[in-house]
C-alpha cells in the first residue's frame, strides 16, 4: 500500500498533466505485479468493492480518540479521511511488522461480509502511516479525487512500452485487474492481448472552434457541413460475440458505459458496426431541447413510463465501424457514404442521419446558420447548435486533429468554463452555493491553468442549484469563509455553458476580461473540464465585436426552462 | 511560594521580577535572556542579553554589532545567580544554540523551554530533559493530527523526486536559520554528495553553521548559475521565494517545503507547494505530550500554537495548565536571510 500511496499523494499535489504522467509511468516501471496493475485500476476506477461510510470512519476514530480533540482536530483540517488518517493512535513502535499492500486489500475486499469491514479496516489502519492510511480512505470512501482520468492512467501504463494509448482503449474492455497480461506486453515480454470484447469503445474524434478569420484559408469545395445537434455525443456499438450471440453497447464519448440507461436503443442496435452520433429526445418526429434530454439523463431509474416519455433516438454523424469492417482510415466523404447505406439499412425509426447542409460558398454557410429552420433543419431548428465543418478527405483520428473538423457555434456569446469557487447565496438560497466563479484555460507557468472569467448566480433550476450544490459539498478542496473551492482539474470538475451579452477589457480581473450579465445556460456534466473553452477564445470574440452593448441578448438558444432568477 | 512569585507571564514576554530580566520580551527591556536565535524571540534593543553564544553569535549577524547594550554568553550546564534566582541553560534541541531556561528559587523550578522539539537533529544538541514544577511549553504543533515522523524518509522523498524528474530543478523551501542546515545535512546523510544550491539570503547562516563545526558538503550559490546547469539539482531556498520571480530561474521548478505544516493538505495547497515535506523543528503533539508528562510538572504554561487542545489534553490528565497570551511569538516576517519567521499563506507565520 505504502508505495501506492505515495503516488497518490505525489498526484494529488502536482498540476501538471505531463508530470502526472511521469509520476505514474515511474510507478509502473518500479512496481511489481500485480500491486501495479491493481494500482492502475484504483486510478481507471476499475475497481468495484462494497465502500466504507463516513458514519463508520466516525465511530471507528470516535472509539479511540478524545472527542474534544477529534473535534478540534477535524476543524482545522477540514476533510474526515485525513483527520482520521492523521490522528488514528497507531503506535509506530508497535506496528505490525507487514503493511497491507493494494492487492491485499482488495483481495480481502472481495470477499469480506459487510459487518467485518470496521474490525478489518481497523486493522489496516493500525498497520499504515499517515499517507498510506490517507489512502486507504480516500480508496475506500470511493473519493480518490487526485485529478487523474481513466484515460490518464492509462496514457501513463502507454508510455511504458511506448504504445499509443489509443492501443490500450481498444483492448480495454477485455481486460481485467490486475493487468499483468498487458503490462507483459508492454514491457515487450509478451504478444498483444486479444481483445474479445464484441463491442469495444473507439476513442471518439473532436472539432476545434472555429473563427472567423479561419474561412479565409478554407476552401468550401474541400468541405462538408452538417448540424450540429444540441444533444449529447455517443458511440453505438453493435457486434457478436464469442458464442455467437449479438452483443451491443451505448458509450458516452469519453468512453463510459451507458447502456444500462439507454435499453430502447439498444433494442435498435441490430446491425454490427459502430455509430458516431448525437443522443437526442425525439417526441412524434420533433427533436426535442437539451433541457428535455437533461430530464433523461438526470433520472436513475429507468422506468417504462420514462423510456415513453423521453423517448432516446440517434442522429448518426459518422460510422467507424461497418460489420468487421474498420472504416476510421477512409475519407469522410467515404465513411458519409457507408453511413447513409448502413441506416437505410438498419431501418429503424431511433436511429436516423443528420442531413447534410448544402453550400456553395461560405456566405451561403453562414446564412444556414443563422437560420437553420429555412435552411433545411425546419421545425427542428431550435435544436441546433451550430454547424460541423468536416474536410471531405479527413480520416477518423482519435482527439482533436487540427483542421480536420471544425464546429461553427450559433451562438458566439456562449463559452464552456469550468466551475471553480462557489459562495453561499442570501435570502432562500442562503442554505445552497449558489454564486458560481468559473474560468477559461489559459497558458500559465506549469502548463495549462485555468483563470476565472466571471460569477453567475441564475441560469439553472432549482433542481439543477440543488445537483451543483451537492457538486459543491462533495468536492470542496478548500474553504475560505463562505467560499469554497472545488475541484476544477483537467479531468474533474464541472464544466458550465455560460452564456453572456458581451465582454469588455477589465483591469479588475486577472483574466483582464469582464463578461456582461453572464448566467449559466446549461450544465454540461457529460464534458470534461479540459474541453472547456480557451481565454484566447475569448479574446478572439472580443476582437471580433462581442463588446457590443445592448442589442439581441443571445437567447436563441435558452429553451424555455424557467431560470431561477430573484 | 507561587510559581507567580519567580516568572509573571505578561503580554511582552514571560517576567522574572526577583531576577529582574525577561525571557524572550518582544519589546525592548533592561536584561533579557534569550532561548534563541530565531527573530521572533531574538529581538534587538535590550540592555543586557544573556545567551549562548551561538544565540548572541546569530542576533549579531542579523541586526549587526550594536544589537545590544551589552552581551554576555552561557554555556549550556552553566548557573547563573540573578537577584534571588538561580538560572540555568539546557539544550532545548530546535536549533543550533537553542536554550532552555530553568529559573529555579527556593524550592520551585519553573522551565522556559522557548521552541524544542525531541526528535533527532544533526545539526544542534539534543533536547534535555528538566525535570521542574512549572513547564513552559509552546504549542506550534499542539494537535494530535500532527506527528512528523522520520525526517529522513522525508528527504527520502525528495531524492526520489530528483531521480524521476532529472530534467527539473527541486527548490526545496525551508526557514533560513535552523530547517534549511538540517535539511541539507539530512540530504548529505542519505548519501547525495553532488552540490547542494542555496539562496544567497542564507548564506551567511549557512557559513556560520559550518564555522561551528557542521560539514554541510559542497555548497553553491545559485547566483550567477546558468539555467539549464541547474536541472537536476536541489536548492534550498527560504520559503518566500518559492513563489517569487526568483524561481523562474529554474527549470521547470518541483516545489518542495520542508515544514511540519506539510502535514495537513490544506496547508500545502495553499502554499501552491508539489512537494510537502514533513519535517520540523517543533515536537509534534506526541513530542509535546511526552515531554510534558516527563517533566514531571504538576502546572504547565502553554504560549504560542494551538494552545486550547494542549491545555485540554494537561487538565484530563489532572494538570494545572492555562494558555499564555503573548503577543508577537510566531508572527515575524522579517527577510533579512537569518528570519525563520516568513509568512505561509493563510498561516501563523510561526517558525516551523
Ligand atoms: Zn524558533
Ligand atoms: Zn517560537
Request: glycine share 8%; proline share 6%; charged share 25%.
Amino acid at each position: 500500500m505504502n508505495g501506492f500511496a505515495e503516488l497518490l499523494d505525489r498526484l494529488a499535489y502536482e498540476p501538471s498533466r505531463n508530470n502526472k504522467l511521469r509520476l505514474m509511468t515511474d510507478h509502473f516501471h518500479s512496481t511489481p505485479d500485480p500491486e501495479r496493475g491493481f494500482a492502475l485500476a484504483a486510478l481507471t476506477g476499475a475497481l468495484s468493492f462494497q465502500h466504507a461510510k463516513p458514519g463508520m470512519i466516525r465511530t471507528l476514530i470516535a472509539e479511540r480518540t478524545d472527542p474534544v480533540l477529534f473535534e478540534l482536530s477535524y476543524d482545522y483540517v477540514g476533510d474526515l479521511s485525513e483527520t482520521v488518517a492523521l490522528m488514528w493512535p497507531a503506535d509506530p513502535h508497535h506496528r505490525p511488522n507487514a503493511t497491507p499492500s493494494l492487492s491485499d486489500v482488495i483481495e480481502t475486499l472481495s470477499t469480506l461480509g459487510k459487518a467485518q469491514l470496521p474490525a478489518q479496516l481497523a486493522r489496516w489502519l493500525d498497520a499504515l502511516d499517515e499517507t498510506g492510511r490517507w489512502a486507504l480512505l480516500k480508496l475506500l470512501t470511493g473519493g480518490l479525487r487526485i485529478g487523474v482520468s481513466a484515460r490518464l492512467a492509462k496514457t501513463a501504463a502507454a508510455a511504458l512500452g511506448d504504445k499509443d494509448p489509443n492501443e490500450i482503449e481498444i483492448l480495454w474492455p477485455g481486460l481485467a485487474p490486475p493487468y499483468t497480461e498487458l503490462f507483459a506486453w508492454l514491457e515487450s515480454r509478451a504478444d498483444k492481448p486479444v481483445s474479445r470484447d464484441p463491442v469495444p469503445f473507439r476513442p471518439a474524434m473532436l472539432a476545434h472552434a472555429i473563427e472567423d478569420t479561419d474561412f479565409a484559408a478554407l476552401d468550401p469545395a474541400a468541405f462538408m457541413a452538417e448540424w450540429k445537434w444540441d444533444g449529447t455525443r455517443v458511440q453505438a456499438v453493435a457486434g457478436v460475440d464469442e458464442d455467437g450471440q449479438p452483443a451491443a453497447r451505448l458509450y458516452s464519448r469519453t468512453g463510459e458505459d451507458i447502456s444500462k440507461s439507454f435499453p430502447d436503443l439498444l433494442e435498435a442496435l441490430r446491425l454490427p458496426g459502430a455509430i458516431d452520433g448525437e443522443l437526442l429526445i425525439v417526441r412524434e418526429r420533433r427533436v426535442q431541447t437539451f433541457n428535455v434530454l437533461q430530464q433523461r439523463l438526470n433520472r436513475k431509474a429507468v422506468t417504462g413510463k420514462l423510456l415513453q416519455e423521453f423517448p432516446a433516438h440517434i442522429r448518426a454523424y459518422d460510422l467507424l465501424m461497418d460489420g468487421a469492417e474498420d472504416l476510421r482510415d477512409r475519407p469522410f466523404a467515404e465513411r458519409r457514404e457507408r453511413l447513409e447505406a448502413f441506416i437505410a439499412r438498419l431501418g429503424d425509426p431511433r436511429i436516423d442521419i443528420s442531413p447534410l447542409v448544402p453550400f456553395e460558398s461560405w456566405e451561403e454557410l453562414a446564412a444556414a446558420r443563422a437560420d437553420p429552420a429555412s435552411a433545411g433543419a425546419g421545425a427542428d431548428a431550435e435544436a441546433v447548435e451550430g454547424i460541423m465543418l468536416k474536410r471531405r478527405d479527413a480520416t477518423y483520428v482519435p482527439g482533436r486533429p487540427k483542421g480536420s473538423w471544425w464546429k461553427w457555434k450559433r451562438d458566439p456569446l456562449i463559452v464552456d468554463a469550468v466551475l471553480m469557487y462557489a459562495q453561499r447565496g442570501h435570502g432562500k438560497r442562503s442554505s445552497y452555493y449558489s454564486d458560481y466563479t468559473f474560468g477559461v484555460w489559459t497558458k500559465g507557468e506549469s502548463g495549462d491553468e485555468l483563470v476565472p472569467v466571471g460569477k453567475a448566480y441564475f441560469g439553472f433550476t432549482d433542481e439543477e442549484l440543488h445537483k451543483i450544490d451537492r457538486f459543491v459539498r462533495n468536492h470542496t478542496i478548500e474553504r475560505f469563509g463562505p467560499v469554497r473551492e472545488v475541484t476544477h482539474d483537467p479531468d474533474e470538475g464541472l464544466v458550465f455553458e455560460v452564456a453572456f451579452e458581451g465582454l469588455q477589457r477589465s483591469t479588475r480581473h486577472k483574466s483582464g476580461l469582464a463578461m456582461r450579465f453572464p448566467r449559466i445556460s446549461r450544465l454540461r456534466w457529460d464534458k470534461p473540464p479540459r474541453e472547456a473553452d480557451r481565454l484566447e477564445t475569448l479574446e478572439r470574440m472580443l476582437e471580433s465585436g462581442a463588446s457590443r452593448n445592448g442589442g439581441s441578448p443571445s437567447l436563441a438558444r435558452e429553451d424555455g426552462t424557467a431560470a431561477v432568477v430573484e | 511560594m507561587h510559581p507567580e512569585d519567580i516568572l509573571v507571564p505578561t503580554p511582552s514576554g514571560v517576567c522574572c521580577k526577583p531576577g529582574g530580566f525577561f525571557i524572550d520580551p518582544t519589546r525592548p527591556v533592561d536584561k533579557a535572556v534569550i532561548t534563541h536565535g530565531h527573530s521572533d524571540h531574538a529581538r534587538a534593543g535590550h540592555g543586557a542579553v544573556l545567551a549562548t553564544r551561538e544565540t548572541l553569535d546569530m542576533m549579531r549577524l542579523r541586526y549587526g554589532e550594536n544589537f545590544a547594550g551589552t552581551t554576555q554568553a552561557v554555556a549550556y550546564g552553566e548557573t547563573l545567580n540573578l537577584g534571588g534566582t538561580t538560572v540555568t541553560f539546557h539544550p532545548a534541541g530546535h536549533v543550533l544554540g537553542s536554550a532552555q531556561v530553568a529559573v529555579s528559587c527556593k524550592d520551585m523550578t519553573i522551565v522556559a523551554s522557548g521552541d524544542y522539539k525531541d526528535a533527532d537533529d544533526p545539526t544542534c544538541a539534543p533536547f534535555e530533559l528538566v525535570p521542574c514544577d512549572v513547564f513552559i511549553t509552546e504549542a506550534t504543533f499542539g494537535l494530535p493530527v500532527f506527528r512528523h515522523g522520520d525526517a529522513a524518509d522525508e528527504v527520502a522523498k525528495l531524492l526520489h523526486s530528483v531521480e524521476v524528474f532529472p530534467e527539473r530543478a527541486h527548490l526545496v523551501g525551508a526557514y533560513s536559520l535552523g530547517k534549511a542546515q538540517r535539511v541539507i545535512k539530512l540530504i548529505r546523510q542519505a548519501g547525495y554528495d553532488k552540490p547542494v544550491y542555496m539562496h544567497g539570503a542564507m548564506e551567511k547562516i549557512t557559513r556560520y553553521y559550518e564555522s561551528r563545526g557542521i560539514d554541510l558538503g559542497q555548497l553553491e550559490l545559485v547566483r550567477g548559475a546558468k539555467k539549464a546547469d541547474m536541472a537536476g539539482t536541489i536548492t534550498l531556498c527560504p520559503p518566500s521565494a518559492l513563489q517569487d520571480l526568483w524561481a523562474r530561474r529554474f527549470p521547470d521548478p518541483v516545489t518542495a517545503f520542508a515544514s511540519g505544516w506539510m502535514r495537513v493538505r490544506a496547508r500545502a495547497r495553499q502554499g501552491g507547494v508539489v512537494l510537502p515535506l514533513v519535517i520540523s523543528d517543533h515536537a509534534d503533539w506526541n513530542g509535546l505530550t511526552a515531554t510534558i508528562a516527563a517533566t514531571g510538572a504538576s502546572e504547565i504554561w502553554v504560549t504560542h500554537g494551538q494552545e486550547d487542545a494542549l491545555v485540554h489534553w494537561a487538565k484530563a490528565r489532572g494538570l494545572k495548565a492555562r494558555p499564555l497570551a503573548i503577543v508577537g511569538y510566531g508572527d515575524e516576517d522579517e527577510s533579512d536571510g537569518t528570519s525563520d519567521g516568513v509568512d505561509i499563506p493563510g498561516g501563523t507565520g510561526e517558525p516551523s
